[in-house]
């Protein structure tokens, strides 16, 4: 079974940066896409970042030129850098990942999230 563990949360006051890893729990296996969504309290969880497994990414409207997806794969670790963070930043990070593995073929993990709060 394939875990992913969010990480780099926290407490960070307004224009401040923080980077979010999402580590996996096993190394042979092949990372396809991986996603970084949010979800705000109150609201639906939404697309921050994602990258493909050729690095092709794409960004939510409210984040371009703020955050910046990447990987890593010989880690088997993604990572959100967010800078010039706003109070609606605020919200739990997941991380999603579209992971091959020889017992179950391509399947979507998530990550138990992270929380990232932004002050005014």
């Known amino acids: 079974q394939v875990q992913l563990v969010e990480s780099g949360g926290g407490l960070v006051q307004a224009e401040g940066s923080l980077r979010l890893s999402c580590t996996t729990s096993?190394?042979?296996?092949?990372?396809?896409?991986v996603t970084w969504y949010r979800q705000a309290p109150g609201k639906q969880r939404e697309l921050v970042a994602d990258?493909?497994?050729?690095?092709?990414?794409k960004y939510a409207d409210s984040v371009k030129g703020r955050f910046a997806i990447s990987r890593d794969n010989a880690k088997k670790s993604a990572y959100l850098q967010m800078n010039e963070l706003k109070p609606e930043d605020t919200a739990v990070y997941y991380c999603?990942?579209?992971?091959?593995?020889?017992?179950?073929?391509?399947?979507?993990?998530w990550g138990q999230g992270t929380q990232v709060t932004v002050s005014s």
């Open positions: 990258m493909s497994g050729d690095a092709n990414t």
């Open positions: 096993r190394t042979f296996f092949v990372i396809n896409t």
């Open positions: 999603n990942a579209n992971i091959w593995t020889a017992g179950h073929g391509s399947r979507d993990y």
